[in-house]
């Protein structure tokens, strides 16, 4: 059974800093793409963040640098550094496990919020 599981939203100021957290169980992680999507409601799900198997990495052109994918492929985990953040930065993250042979998979979301 597949699972990824997300961790580390909650409730933070304008200008603050979160961690998110996704552990990933079920499948052989260091062989997918991992990748942090966000959607607010009433909107499409957008990506934020991919780091490659190779670890090489991209991000949506609107995030100015203030997010850092990353992955532990020995804990089956990866994070998402979010700095700096804004309010129209608030919505639900979601995890993505990809690959084009064993398919994809996504976590559950965690909400983030960002407001004084």
């Known amino acids: 059974q597949v699972q990824l599981v997300e961790s580390g939203g909650g409730l933070v100021q304008p200008g603050g800093s979160l961690r998110l957290s996704c552990v990933a169980s079920g499948i052989p992680f260091s062989l997918y793409s991992m990748s942090w999507h966000r959607q607010i409601p009433g909107k499409e799900r957008e990506m934020v963040a991919r780091?490659?198997?190779?670890?090489?990495?991209s991000y949506a052109d609107s995030l100015d640098g203030r997010f850092t994918i990353s992955r532990d492929n020995a804990e089956n985990t990866v994070y998402l550094q979010m700095n700096n953040l804004k309010p129209e930065d608030t919505a639900v993250y979601y995890c993505?496990?990809?690959?084009?042979?064993?398919?994809?998979?996504w976590g559950q979301g965690t909400q983030v919020t960002v407001s004084s």
């Open positions: 780091i490659a198997e190779g670890f090489a990495t």
């Open positions: 993505k496990a990809n690959d084009f042979r064993r398919g994809a998979y």
